[in-house]
């Protein structure tokens, strides 16, 4: 038999279903918010039994960690890999700023919790989801760092890298497809902002 049509095991089976079960609770966590869903709503939205849900996860607090895993890891790969792209530090930034976008905008549902409905989220875990916050905050934190001193109006990549996080993870509040700007404009524009304050001389 072709191994392409092999039937899929026992774990993959499994994997795909939990992965189908995140998504659908991100979905409904941004609906309803994280508060006023119950792990009952969320089984009815997978065709479930609440009792089968449990075969999957404890709580509906480890649903949220798995969410918020899953989200940080996409971000922390997109920056990753235009850290390994032969561009200048500049260039670099600019592409973050596209990708920083795309990603929490594929995924707006899941961001729109963890961004719009942070201060209610409970704490299973979160140490480990905040440890992954300051990797990406660090990672572009060093990509700011890597434009040439002579270039920089202000110095404080730190604070600079907060700045540049408040206001892409801003766009979750207001963004639709139907918006005048697409998502590449949008990054572009917020980028010569970026430019114009941070910089000597804007690109």
């Known amino acids: 038999m072709n191994k392409a049509s092999s039937p899929r095991t026992k774990e993959e089976r499994y994997e795909e279903r ?27 939205e997978m065709n479930m039994t609440g009792a089968a849900l449990y075969y999957y996860v404890t709580s509906k607090d480890e649903l949220l960690y798995e969410i918020w895993k899953r989200a940080g890891a996409k971000l922390q790969a997109a920056i990753d890999e235009v850290r390994t792209e032969d561009l200048s530090a500049e260039e670099k930034l600019k592409l973050v700023f596209q990708r920083h976008l795309e990603v929490i905008i594929r995924d707006k549902p899941i961001f729109e919790v963890l961004i719009l409905q942070r201060s209610r989220l409970p704490e299973f875990r979160r140490e480990y989801l905040e440890e992954d916050e ?20 202000l110095p ?41 304050g941070a910089l000597k001389s804007p690109l």
């Open 18 to 44: 939990f992965e189908e079960l995140i998504a659908a609770a991100a979905t409904v966590f941004a609906a309803r918010g994280y508060a006023d869903t119950t792990i009952q709503a969320i089984a009815r």
């Open 134 to 153: 300051r990797r990406y905050q660090e990672s572009l934190t060093e990509l700011i760092e890597a434009i040439p001193a002579e270039r920089m109006r």
């Open 156 to 196: 404080d990549s730190k604070v600079l890298a907060l700045g540049v996080l408040a206001l892409l993870n801003g766009v979750i509040r207001w963004y639709s497809p139907s918006e005048r700007l697409s998502l590449q404009e949008i990054s572009e524009l917020y980028f010569e902002m970026f430019a114009n």
